[in-house]
């Protein structure tokens, strides 16, 4: 069933120093060139999924979707890999939040609510497919300097407002005894307290886990929770028994050097004090005590290519021998103009040494993995080249553990 609900007619508030083009997200997709850095009057259905923000024409599926982005609007994750450096500087584009956007924004956030804990949907359970008027900039992007996941789009939107919304109700593609379009409630109990330093001081902007201790275990949805500037820590979750971590996610990186520690002060996950929970309860004034930070090790790192010249802007992390594909510190380092650059990782810890280039989507220069033991030396800087492969990938060698390496227990 498709509901047309009409948010306004014609915006009055698009920047009257730039004509504005009526057009088609096909004529744009056609020839983006050609409407670079002008302001549009299109009118757009919105698609996409995990990763991916984009608009189509919803009079002609088969013309190509352009990238769609505004304040908000676009996925709080994806990769986007440029050769190039920046290009050349944009118009500003002032988002008009009036009721016709925030209408709209409503009917994009607007979602089906699963009637039993634990379902979903990925990435999540969309109640409409809204198409609208709209207007806004168009960006073209030369090879190495387009838009979206891992530059797959030669050109963008950039929303400035809204002017007209419709919507298509989607509810009854879904099970109804399965989800609903008002949210269910389900039991909950609520356990809090405080991140507390070995300084004896509240650990502010802080990532803490929670486990079930049930056996089989109970689906926590969220499972995650950061500590506010007071230290403050606040979970939600089915009633039950839980264990209460830090750093347990994560390996310790300089931003959090510590071993993981769980509630209320052990490294031991066995040791743990299991925290229960009914329907309706808060279990208030947990403290969960951090021991001494890790001793750091820093290593100065120098990538080259086979004719000794330093590699710039190169990719360069540590991973633990224990947890290959987890990234010390969370996102990869870049070297400076002369190829260096320092990670820091721990005494006591062995390590894996990474280092890529990416040249473009189908071209990456790789360095194989170096393996740095806790219990001997380093000669600095450590030296790694690399070697120019075709395939856009290195081999699936980004996490493999070197010969030799014994994974830690």
Known sequence: ???????????????????????????????????????????????????????????????????????????ATYTSVSIGGPEPPRPSVQLNKDRKFLQFQRYVDAEMYPTHRGWGCTPRCVRYEVTAVMVGLVEFGKPGHQFGHMNAFPAQ???????????????????????????TRFPTGYLSGTLIGPAGRPVPDADLNIYSANDPPIHIEEDSATSDARGRFKFSVPPGDYVIGFNTFWVPSP????????????????????????????????VLT?????????????????????????NVWLSQVSEPTAVVGISVSHTGTDGTFDLIGFEGTDYI???????????????????IRASEPVALPIQLSLTITDFGICNNTDFEVPPGATPQP
């Open 353 to 371: 040494l990474h280092a890529s280039k990416y040249s473009g989507l189908a071209r990456v220069s790789c360095a194989p993995n170096a393996l």
């Open 255 to 286: 931003k959090n050097p510590f071993p993981p520690t769980y509630y209320p002060s052990t490294q031991q996950r066995s040791s743990a004090k299991i925290v229960s929970v009914a329907d309706n309860q808060h279990v208030r004034n947990l």
């Open 157 to 183: 939107f950039v929303l400035q407002s809204i002017e007209q919304s419709s919507v298509k109700d989607l509810s009854a593609n879904y099970d109804a005894a399965n989800f609903a379009t008002k949210p």
């Open 1 to 75: 069933m498709l509901v047309e609900i009409v948010v306004g007619m014609k915006c009055p508030c698009v920047l009257a120093k730039e004509k504005v083009i009526a057009t088609t997200v096909c004529d744009v997709s056609k020839d983006p060139s050609a409407f670079d850095n002008k302001f549009v009057r299109l009118k757009a259905t919105l698609a996409g999924n995990f990763e991916m923000s984009l608009i189509v024409d919803p009079d002609n599926e088969h013309c190509r979707s352009l990238w769609f982005t505004y304040p908000g609007g676009a996925p």
């Open 290 to 314: 951090l021991p001494q930070p890790l001793s750091p090790r820093r290593f100065r790192v120098k990538i080259l290519w086979p004719d000794g010249k330093p590699v710039g802007d190169a």
